[in-house]
């Protein structure tokens, strides 16, 4: 008889099997045996945790504690405050900072977690906007028992714009699917995005003491690849020797809603686009897709600053150094494709090698031609072909050897034909200082296998360009011309034209031209 009781096990590294609930999952994840119904959420002993700072989110807040109080009435719900808040009785508030930053505040539930691990089943962390759903924890019962030891389920943010569209804010900048990463768990399909902030976590009592154990969990506030608060929120997968996997096949089960809407329509992808993306990543499970990484695209700076952006805009300041008369480019490191879009509706035929096969879908749907694998492999099968252009746009700095790339991309130019290139300024006074003064990780642009940087630019490449046999013909320092949203439209339009003047000492950008 299989007990109505769901009780999560110890997870014991050294045995073939674990218990999660009433389920026994082998320890390579291929057998599962599930003798009991499906788990029932109001038998659980639940502990959550909601971080609030200030009142700008109160109504969400009281919204948020309404739902998890309907779904499972046995909850106990602490909220961790910067001060004291009336949320009713059954609400314990706990107000203070545990560092004097007051961006540490999200690292505050840790400690309660561990203190009361072997009181609870389930332990949810959540930020206070963001709307969660019976659904959505349930989901998370039903695919932890198929999963391997070292994954956990995970979820990302949606939004709603005023038009009633839906975006996914996590969805932007240098985070990408891993195209390798697609497995099949069970009944269920998933797949590794590589932001994994999305304000929200689930874990049960296993997978916390696990973490607790690496030594990851309870450390001091910090940041790294996020900022303090998105570190706190993903620490179980980046620091405790777990990974964040998100079941592509019951995804809306995993889409959790940033109530604020805040970003909305500024930052991140629609989400029909975002559905694309998945299906791409169902295409390359059924083997009708290639699995491919074109190179590093990921700096090891701080909030890993200067990588690669997936979602780069159109930029005059580029597409009017491709000359009009460039009938045939070639794209290194192509993402979405807006640029190669633009630059086909000239009337250019464009080639590109997609920064990864699942973005690289993106772009082949507004017919540029896809050529999938790694740099090496991309280049080996161009070989004997020429192009009027060759675009390689914010990529040479995250190799280690940019002159070498420079020099094998520069065989394909036909005679006559233009390179180029674009590039972050190394040299701009802000991030000069820095280096001179050794401040934060602005040391470590001294060593490439430090920071996944190689600070080139228009100096230190011009002999490369000659030694590819050419020669510098433009030779451009210019700004992002993208309005961020925590910014006057206005006020941003006129201090990039007041940097303009100052040259390469303040621009953020180079780009350069080279003819053949």
């Known amino acids: 008889m299989v007990s109505t009781r769901f009780e999560f096990g110890s997870l014991d590294m050294g045995s073939e099997s674990q218990v999660v609930g009433n389920c026994t999952v082998s320890a390579a994840g291929t057998g599962m045996s599930v003798p009991g119904a499906k788990t029932d959420l109001r038998k659980l002993r639940v502990l959550i945790a909601i971080v609030s700072f200030g009142e700008k989110n109160i109504q969400f807040l009281k919204q948020i504690i309404r739902d998890y109080q309907v779904m499972q009435p046995d909850a106990d719900v602490i909220v961790f405050s910067d001060k004291p808040k009336n949320l009713g009785d059954k609400v314990k508030v706990v107000a203070g900072l545990p560092a004097q930053n007051p961006w540490s505040l999200p690292f505050a539930h840790k400690a309660f977690f561990a203190e009361n691990m072997e009181r609870y089943d389930l332990f949810i962390y959540s930020e206070d906007d963001i709307g969660v759903t019976e659904a959505n924890v349930q989901a998370f019962l039903d695919v932890t028992p198929r999963l391997e030891a070292e994954e956990i389920a995970g979820y990302l943010r949606y939004e709603i714009g ?86 592509i096949s019951a995804l809306d089960d995993f889409l959790v809603h940033h109530m604020s809407n805040r970003y909305a329509g500024q930052v991140g992808l629609m989400f029909d686009s975002f559905k694309d993306q998945v299906n791409t990543l169902m295409d390359i499970h059924a083997g009708t897709h290639p699995a491919s990484t074109l190179c590093t695209e990921e700096s090891k700076f701080l909030h890993c600053k200067w990588s690669k952006s997936h979602y780069e805009k159109p930029s005059d300041e580029v597409l ?197």
């Not at 390798?180 to 003491?209: D, M, P, W």
């Not at 491709?322 to 070639?330: G, I, M, R």
């Not at 100052?502 to 950008?509: F, K, Q």
Request: with cysteine; glycine share 10%.
């Open 162 to 247: 005023p038009d009633g569209t839906k975006f996914l804010p996590d969805v932007h900048d240098s985070f990408y699917w891993k195209p390798e990463s697609v497995r099949q768990r069970g009944t269920c399909k998933i797949a590794e995005f590589t932001n994994e902030h999305a304000g929200f976590y689930i874990l049960t009592q296993a997978q916390l003491r696990r973490a607790i154990a690496s030594g990851g969990f309870l450390q001091e506030p910090h940041e790294g690849r996020y900022g303090l608060p998105e570190t706190a929120a993903t620490d179980p997968y980046t620091s405790c020797g777990f990974r964040k996997v998100i079941c």
């Open 320 to 516: 009017n150094l491709v000359t009009e008369d460039a009938k045939t480019v070639l794209s290194i490191g192509c993402g979405w494709g807006a640029t190669e879009s633009q630059l086909k509706q000239r009337g250019a035929a464009v080639t590109a090698l997609p920064l990864d096969s699942v973005i690289g879908a993106s772009a082949a749907r507004l017919g540029i031609e896809m050529v999938y694998g790694t740099l090496e492999e991309g280049l080996a099968k161009l070989k004997g072909r020429r192009f009027d252009c060759v675009l390689i746009s914010n990529l040479l700095h995250l190799q280690p050897t940019p002159e070498f790339i420079l020099e094998q991309c520069a065989q394909f130019i036909t005679e006559g034909g233009t390179m180029v290139v674009v590039g972050p300024n190394f040299k701009r006074l802000p991030v000069l200082i820095r280096r001179v003064l050794g401040r934060g990780d602005y040391r470590k642009l001294r060593c490439f296998d430090q920071s996944g940087i190689s600070t080139c630019g228009p100096g230190s490449l011009a002999k490369y360009f000659r030694r590819a046999g050419l020669h510098l013909d433009v030779v451009k320092w210019w700004h992002e011309p993208t309005v961020k949203w925590w910014h006057n439209a206005g006020e941003q339009t006129n201090w990039a034209k007041y940097k303009q003047h100052l040259g390469w000492l303040t621009a953020e950008n180079w780009v350069i031209r080279a003819k053949r």
